[in-house]
């Protein structure tokens, strides 16, 4: 008994180690990445950079992505800080034509403790430039609206939804990036994701997708006609 016991917990202490060598997950996409080929000519590629939102996207519709250039490099569970970690594998080495970023809702959640607003924002702000300085056009997303979490009960988030996509929406008008609001046609009269749209009130279902792909293809299409 103490043999497996001590087995478990170095088991347990050598999965710690590994997840803190890669704390922004950069390996998740490495095989991916690696056989993604150059883009072809005229070829619209579009990168989405996110966390689970993004991440659970192409399980809960893949055909949204079927047969077309859209490359999916969301990660469950990751805050802002991360997402810029590894923005130069996931999003700038594959070549893609226009970025869209969702991010900034496991921020708020203290996923990785607690956090300013302005640094969020700025996290994602870093993103933006990273990607306009490689040729990258760019797509802010709004943050999902949500009123709770069930991983962080005692965290109410609302305002610092609200708040933080005021700052992205007035960064984006400032800059001539395209902003794309998600909050607005998802929000019920309360500001949250209301129960036909989801399962626990911060991760979109199938029905919820179906209101983003839209939109997303809509912002993308203007990003594209930006000189």
Not at 37 to 64: H, K, Q
Not at 109 to 122: C, M, T, W, Y
Not at 207 to 222: D, F, R, S
Request: net charge positive; hydrophobic share 45%; charged share 20%.
């Amino acid at each position: 008994m103490i043999k497996r016991i001590l087995l478990g917990l170095l088991f347990t202490c050598a999965i710690g180690a590994a997840r803190a060598q890669d704390w922004a997950n950069i390996g998740r996409y490495q095989d991916a990445n690696s056989k993604v080929p150059p883009p072809v000519a005229g070829e619209n590629r579009v990168v989405y950079m996110g966390d689970s939102i993004t991440d659970f996207w192409i399980t809960n519709d893949s055909l949204f992505f079927a047969g077309k250039p859209y490359y999916d490099r969301g990660i469950s569970g990751q805050t802002t800080g991360q997402m810029l970690v590894r923005f130069r594998e996931d999003v700038i080495n594959l070549k893609p034509r226009v970025v869209v970023i969702l991010a900034g809702i496991n921020d708020i959640a203290e996923n990785n403790g607690p956090s300013k607003l302005e640094d969020v924002f700025g996290n994602i702000v870093s993103m933006a430039q990273l990607a306009q300085a490689n040729h990258i056009k760019v797509v802010l997303s709004s943050v999902l609206p949500a009123l709770s979490f069930p991983w962080r009960p005692a965290i109410q988030p609302g305002a610092k939804v609200k708040a933080l996509n005021q700052m992205l929406k007035a960064y984006s008008a400032k800059n001539g990036i395209v902003y794309l609001d998600y909050f607005s046609a998802m929000a019920d009269a309360k500001g949250g994701l209301p129960a036909r749209l989801s399962k626990d009130g911060v991760h979109p279902n199938l029905q919820g997708y179906k209101i983003m792909e839209p939109l997303a293809e809509k912002a993308i299409k203007a990003a594209l006609s930006k000189k």
